[in-house]
T-cell receptor
């Protein structure tokens, strides 16, 4: 158990809908990262938050957004869903500082868009 | 931006043999190179990492080597066991201290036959 909790584990929704994925980082970790894993694209970095502020952006679509709350949990919002958004979405967290910043991954949320 | 290539995509070995997975990266600014193991239904788990000021690192049956000049790094697993069967990902971080923003290779599915 990595200590990173993601809910829900599975989500099935229709095209055009909006969903919210939730992540609770490890205790004490200030950084939260979101990754998308699909068969054709592999693991792709989406976005990073650090202590409530957006720190870095990767290949995140405009239809997707994220935020990190004062209690440090994070939510990834996916809207106007398309079939191609079906994927595993992982959240990871890491401790503050430049040393020992291993990223711990959660179990993921499997999103299926039908 | 950074691009990470990983080979082979699948690897099958007999129990007790060694396995080698190779990765190349494009951004000479990358300075952190972790390797993750992903078992079915789980999130990626860090198994070993190396920083750019080190050429080799070993942890029991696992070792990683880094050649900065050639921009490639490799994972070596000796005396493989069936429980080593999983998908292995290499990654590179081009963001210095923010080392969770990882660019991943496409993964290698390792099968260890008893």
């Amino acid at each position: 158990d990595s200590g990173v909790t993601q809910t829900p584990k599975h989500l099935i929704t229709a095209t055009g809908q909006r969903v919210t994925l939730r992540c609770s980082p490890r205790s004490g970790d200030l950084s939260v990262y979101w990754y998308q894993q699909s068969l054709d694209q592999g693991l792709q970095f989406l976005i990073q938050y650090y202590n409530g502020e957006e720190r870095a952006k990767g290949n995140i679509l405009e239809r997707f957004s994220a935020q990190q709350f004062p209690d440090l949990h994070s939510e990834l919002n996916l809207s106007s869903l398309e079939l191609g958004d079906s994927a595993l979405y992982f959240c990871a967290s890491s401790a503050p500082g430049t040393e020992n910043t291993e990223a711990f991954f959660g179990q993921g949320t499997r999103l299926t868009v039908v | 931006g950074e691009n990470v290539e990983q080979h082979p995509s699948t690897l099958s070995v007999q129990e007790g043999d060694s396995a080698v997975i190779k990765c190349t990266y494009s951004d000479s600014a990358s300075n952190y190179f972790p390797w993750y193991k992903q078992e079915l239904g789980k999130g990626p788990q860090l198994i070993i990492d190396i920083r750019s000021n080190v050429g080799e690192k070993k942890d029991q049956r696992i070792a990683v080597t880094l050649n900065k000049t050639a921009k490639h790094f490799s994972l070596h697993i000796t005396e493989t066991q069936p429980e080593d069967s999983a998908v292995y990902f290499c990654a590179a971080s081009p963001y210095g201290g923010s080392q969770g923003n990882l660019i991943f290779g496409k993964g290698t599915k390792l099968s260890v036959k008893p």
